[in-house]
């Protein structure tokens, strides 16, 4: 889950600094980029407890 705070941080940062007025476009791109990576992060993190689990049952 330590991955996945750090992906939604960067996304946090990457959205803070992106301004379409100013910017290019692929700054948003990038906050995109970390909060899937979040996701997936959170999600495998998810199924390895689950798995965890039923192996110690």
Known sequence: ???ACRAV???GTMAATASL???QP???LLV???????TD????AG???DW??????
């Not at 965890?52 to 049952?57: I, K, N, Q, T, W």
């Open 47 to 49: 199924l390895l407890a």
């Open 41 to 44: 992060c959170a999600l495998t």
């Open 1 to 3: 889950m330590d991955t």
């Open 9 to 11: 941080a960067q996304a």
């Open 21 to 23: 007025d100013s910017e």
């Open 32 to 38: 995109a980029g970390w909060l899937t990576t979040a």
């Open 52 to 57: 965890e689990a039923e192996l110690a049952a």
């Open 26 to 28: 692929w700054p948003l």
